[in-house]
């Protein structure tokens, strides 16, 4: 059996005192905190959104988001996982460990990275 499957739900009161913590770490990273549960953080990032005059763009760009969910993992101790989706429509989601939720500054540190908008070697030429 593979860690990921060992996962266990956190506490919700301990979860969401994790996820206002976490909420407020991304936020002074400039991101986007678009809904905050017991033990759930969903993040965005404006700037990877489609241009609003762009109606292609805005059909078909989910723009740059990410969701983490908190759980007690099999030591017993609250880390924060990253939620991707899973290989077909009706699959559960996967989750894959991120770090300890009482690290939300590495937790933010690595969602700016991943929705981060790097830009183009030769934009602007």
């Keep these: 059996m593979s860690e990921i499957t060992r996962v266990h739900s956190g506490a919700d009161g301990e979860g969401h005192s994790a996820a206002l913590a976490l909420a407020k770490e991304v936020q002074a990273r400039n991101l986007?905190?678009?809904?905050?549960?017991?033990?759930?953080?969903?993040?965005?990032?404006?700037?990877g959104e489609p241009d609003q005059?762009?109606?292609?763009?805005?059909?078909?760009?989910p723009g740059l988001r990410q969701e983490v969910v908190s759980r007690l993992w099999t030591d017993g101790v609250l880390?924060?996982?990253?939620?991707?989706?899973?290989?077909?429509?009706?699959?559960?989601?996967?989750?894959?460990p991120l770090c300890p939720a009482d690290d939300v500054v590495?937790?933010?540190?690595?969602?700016?990275k991943v929705l981060a908008v790097l830009e183009a070697p030769n934009a602007g030429v």
């Design 32 to 47: 986007e905190v678009v809904a905050v549960r017991a033990g759930s953080v969903r993040v965005r990032n404006p700037a």
């Design 53 to 61: 005059d762009d109606p292609q763009g805005q059909a078909f760009s």
């Design 79 to 96: 880390w924060w996982f990253w939620v991707w989706s899973g290989p077909t429509r009706n699959s559960c989601a996967e989750l894959e």
């Design 106 to 112: 590495t937790a933010a540190d690595r969602l700016a």
